[in-house]
T-cell receptor
Framework: GAVVSQHPSWVICKSGTSVKIECRSL??????MFWYRQFPKQSLMLMAT?????????EQGVEKDKFLINHASLTLSTLTVTSAHPEDSSFYIC????????????FGPGTRLTVL | AQSVTQPDIHITVSEGASLELRCNYS??????LFWYVQSPGQGLQLLLK??????LVQGIKGFEAEFKRSQSSFNLRKPSVHWSDAAEYFC??????????????FGTGTLLAVQP
């Protein structure tokens, strides 16, 4: 149980285009989803917290207009990188929890974004 | 301030040898503690977690961790390492006090290499 998927697993795009990444909880309802960014050989950097049916909460320094997050249902959250640039190239990972408080985060397999 | 420290950036052990990965935290209350493992190019998999109760926690893949309040530590151990254990290991603590629930703080990770 507690499986989280991401799609696509990798994507290459041209500079200036937008890319959408999907995060799905396959066997549970995710009231909260998190989006992380991970640079090579570094830890995870939390970008935003997404609660179903409400606006995402972004961490300090993360541009909300550039990284659009939508959590339209209890099993799906999307991250759209708008007007992507090479510096947006990174590994993006989502996680999901099914409850409130300190419930465990279950992670997706990640999406490798390369912007040319 | 809340923080997680993994003092060892890189560790190499021989297959069959025992393993201990260190994790120290700074937290204003009783924390909830997690160990995750990440294989190259993959998301994070939960190894074990501590919320309360018995301070020695058993996880998957033969791992265990011990919560020591007096030392503010949550070290991960395995009695006999297998080559497949080579990966990056992240310690995390939560929830972030004063903010949204479920948020975790991650350590910088320890990269484990296993020698034949």
């Amino acid at each position: 149980g507690a499986v989280v998927s991401q799609h696509p697993s990798w994507v290459i795009c041209k500079s200036g285009t937008s890319v959408k990444i999907e995060c799905r909880s396959l066997d549970f309802q995710a009231t909260t989803m998190f989006w992380y960014r991970q640079f090579p050989k570094q830890s995870l950097m939390l970008m935003a917290t997404s609660n179903e049916g409400s606006k995402a909460t972004y961490e300090q320094g993360v541009e909300k207009d550039k990284f659009l997050i939508n959590h339209a249902s209890l099993t799906l959250s999307t991250l759209t990188v708008t007007s992507a640039h090479p510096e947006d190239s990174s590994f993006y990972i989502c996680s999901a929890t099914s409850g409130i408080g300190t419930d465990t985060q279950y992670f997706g397999p990640g999406t490798r974004l390369t912007v040319l | 301030a809340q923080s997680v420290t993994q003092p060892d950036i890189h560790i190499t052990v021989s297959e069959g040898a025992s393993l201990e990965l260190r994790c120290n935290y700074s937290y204003g209350a009783t924390p909830y503690l997690f160990w995750y493992v990440q294989s190259p190019g993959q998301g994070l998999q939960l190894l074990l977690k501590y919320f309360s109760g018995d301070t020695l926690v058993q996880g998957i893949k033969g791992f265990e961790a011990e919560f020591k309040r007096s030392q503010s530590s949550f070290n991960l151990r395995k009695p006999s390492v297998h080559w497949s254990d080579a990966a990056e290991y992240f310690c995390a603590v939560g929830p972030v006090l004063g903010g949204a629930t479920n948020k975790l703080i991650f350590g910088t990770g320890t990269l484990l290499a296993v020698q034949p």
